[in-house]
């Protein structure tokens, strides 16, 4: 299983980005998906998830204004949609597919796949 993610970038404040995560090797209909930041000198943290039919989401507290994150299952693909970024966003953004369920959704340990991440770095 492998998980590449794509749409980072050097973007100005205020502008917005998609991101994308393909999955290949495994079909993730029936998984949930999730996206990780790790901001410059920090550790890496949970940013947002969404369930296997894409109806429910979950969303850390800074995230829940700016942040969007969608899947298209045919595609076997996950996005984060980022609006109005600040530099504050500015963070490796890590994909992630969640394969136990003993903790909550924002333990990383509850994810045995991930990307390699997609740098965005936001300029004032």
């Known amino acids: 299983v492998q998980l590449q993610a794509s749409g980072g970038g050097v973007v100005q404040a205020g502008a917005s980005l998609r991101l994308s995560c393909l999955v290949s090797?495994?079909?993730?209909?029936?998984?949930?998906m999730a996206w990780f930041g790790q901001a410059p000198g920090k550790g890496r943290e949970f940013v947002s998830g969404i369930y296997a039919a894409g109806g429910l989401m979950e969303y850390a507290d800074f995230a829940k204004v700016r942040f969007s994150v969608s899947r298209d299952n045919s595609k076997n693909t996950v996005y984060l949609h980022v609006n109005r970024l600040m530099t504050e966003d500015t963070a490796l953004y890590f994909c992630?597919?969640?394969?136990?369920?003993?903790?909550?959704?924002?333990?990383?340990?509850?994810?045995?796949?991930w990307g390699h991440g997609t740098q965005v770095t936001v300029s004032s």
């Open positions: 090797g495994r079909a993730i209909d029936a998984d949930f």
């Open positions: 992630a597919l969640r394969t136990t369920w003993r903790s909550r959704y924002y333990d990383e340990s509850e994810y045995s796949y």
